[in-house]
């Protein structure tokens, strides 16, 4: 993963860079950021039946990475993720294209997962 940002308004740029584990590749991130964290939740481009996540209770570099246990996903989507200040909790809509996953069989379905951020920090 690498992160490019400018201390002067676009003037110059700098980079900030951290190996992914093996079996993950970053494809279309949805970033989330609470209370000074910051969350990943992303279709993963390496392998197109799961999801992966990412997490820095600091808001920045280094990140703890791993493949999400959501699914089981015939073909992942575009995924979402939110803070939901109510419950205090992490939500991640999860597209199932082919029907699977949790809940009734059929056509394509989003799921919605709810997690603590410490249980979703638990990605490493």
């Known amino acids: ?3 490019l940002y400018s201390p002067d308004f676009g ?3 700098r980079t900030e860079s951290q190996s992914l584990p093996d079996g993950l590749r970053l494809s279309e991130v949805t970033p989330l950021q609470f209370k000074n964290k910051l969350a990943f ?3 993963n481009g390496l392998k197109k039946t799961c999801y992966g996540q990412g997490y820095s209770g600091t808001g920045w570099f280094p990140f703890s990475f ?3 246990n959501i ?3 015939s073909l992942v989507d575009t995924p979402d ?3 939901n200040p109510k419950t205090r909790r992490i ?3 999860g597209p199932h294209r082919k029907g699977s996953g949790p809940g009734p069989e059929g056509g394509m379905k989003a799921n919605l997962y709810s ?3 410490e249980l979703f920090a638990g990605v490493s």
Request: proline share 8%.
């Open 1 to 3: 993963m690498v992160a």
């Open 115 to 117: 997690m603590t951020p």
């Open 71 to 73: 699914g089981p996903v």
């Open 11 to 13: 003037q110059t740029w």
């Open 66 to 68: 791993g493949i999400s």
């Open 81 to 83: 993720i939110q803070y």
């Open 91 to 93: 939500e991640v809509a």
């Open 41 to 43: 939740f992303l279709r």
